[in-house]
């Protein structure tokens, strides 16, 4: 079985401050891990995704996302956030189950930034 | 090269009709995957089409029912519709179906309302 938790629905930054958007995975096989961003009306563009090889991930706009095993954990962090950074974001683990990917979605996280 | 192209982009329809949406996959993509998102959640995975076959299903009732063609584009067949279905359902595509670092290609989604 497999889960994603996205500890906060809602952040709320000023622009030019760090980001951190925080997801906790379970899954009972090496998962892969992805982060989705979604814009208004528009569809889901991955940002950056986690294979196995280097644990520090660096994606599109800046972003990047460090997988901890220990900690089960594959936050997503920003230095400084940007007006056209508002969006809702997705935290994704993907791991083979009966022989195909099965993903599993976390609730999201809704990013909110004041100018 | 196009990438996930889904029809119609907006649909609406009455309790107990059905309903076909449609999607092309990414070019060189042979399996594709549909997901429920209703508003403020996040992609309910429905089932996934490899050669033509549903391999995977998620917690969806026998109503959502899905096809692949030769071409590898896909149509998500939903019966009897009820209020509840009324959500943002989206197309994803990937190159193989089995691989657990595989990224999703999602399209733009279908905007399906139920009244």
């Known amino acids: 079985a497999q889960s994603v938790t996205q500890l906060d629905s809602h952040v709320s930054v000023s622009e030019g401050t760090p980001v951190l958007l925080r997801c906790n995975y379970s899954?009972?096989?090496?998962?892969?891990l992805f982060w989705y961003v979604q814009h208004p009306n528009k569809g889901l563009q991955l940002l950056l995704k986690?294979?196995?090889?280097?644990?520090l991930v660096k994606g599109i706009n800046g972003f990047e996302a460090e997988f901890k095993k220990s900690e089960t954990s594959f936050h997503l962090t920003k230095p400084s956030a940007h007006m056209s950074d508002a969006a809702e974001y997705f935290c994704?683990?993907?791991?083979?189950?009966?022989?195909?990917?099965?993903?599993?979605f976390g609730t999201g996280t809704k990013l909110q930034v004041i100018p | 090269d196009a990438g996930v192209t889904q029809s119609p982009t907006h649909l609406i329809k009455t309790r107990g009709q059905q309903v076909t949406l449609r999607c092309s996959p990414k070019?060189?993509?042979?399996?594709v995957s549909w997901y429920q998102q209703a508003l403020g959640q996040g992609p309910q995975f429905i089932f996934q089409?490899?050669?033509?076959?549903?391999?995977q299903r998620g917690n969806f009732p026998d109503r959502f029912s899905g096809h692949q063609f030769p071409n590898y584009s896909s149509e998500l067949n939903v019966n009897a519709l009820l209020l509840g279905d009324s959500a943002l359902y989206l197309c994803?595509?990937?190159?193989?179906?089995?691989?657990?670092?595989?990224?999703?290609?999602f399209g733009p989604g279908t905007r399906l309302l139920v009244l």
């Open positions: 994803a595509s990937s190159p193989s179906p089995g691989l657990v670092r595989e990224t999703q290609y």
């Open positions: 899954s009972s096989y090496s998962p892969s």
């Open positions: 986690y294979t196995s090889a280097a644990t």
């Open positions: 994704v683990v993907s791991a083979v189950s009966g022989g195909y990917q099965k993903v599993t």
């Open positions: 070019s060189g993509h042979d399996t």
């Open positions: 089409y490899y050669e033509e076959e549903e391999r």
